[in-house]
């Protein structure tokens, strides 16, 4: 099993700056994605994908937040960041650390969820 755990989230003013972590531990063999979501307050609101690094190095950001919102990973800790810039109050949500990853060789990659954390931007 894989345990995440997350941290960074609050409260922050429009344009401000926050950083989101988030540590994968337990039985790792191989990551092969660390990522991030988050799900709206307004009701129906989905989860979506806000960014996800790919074997280490393959970035992909949804569009909303390109230019603004950077995810980096630290192998060797297991951990994934988003540093999260010029925030807006759009940006307000329950933010999700996803980790696509396997327990030992051979086996398939299942996704893990944290347990999620609020960020609020509001004046």
């Known amino acids: 099993q894989v345990q995440l755990v997350e941290s960074g989230g609050g409260l922050v003013q429009p344009g401000g700056s926050l950083r989101l972590s988030c540590a994968a531990s337990g039985s790792i063999f191989s990551i092969n994605a660390m990522g991030w979501y988050r799900r709206g307050q307004a009701p129906g609101k989905e989860r979506e994908l806000v960014?996800?690094?790919?074997?280490?190095?393959?970035?992909v950001y949804t569009d909303s937040v390109k230019g603004r919102f950077s995810i980096s990973r630290d192998n060797a800790k297991n951990t994934v960041h988003l540093q999260m810039n010029s925030l807006k109050p759009e940006d307000t949500a329950v933010y999700y650390c996803n980790v696509h990853a396997n327990s030992r060789v051979g086996d398939p990659l299942y996704n893990y969820w944290g347990q999620g954390t609020q960020v609020t931007v509001s004046s």
């Open positions: 960014a996800v690094i790919r074997n280490g190095t393959n970035t």
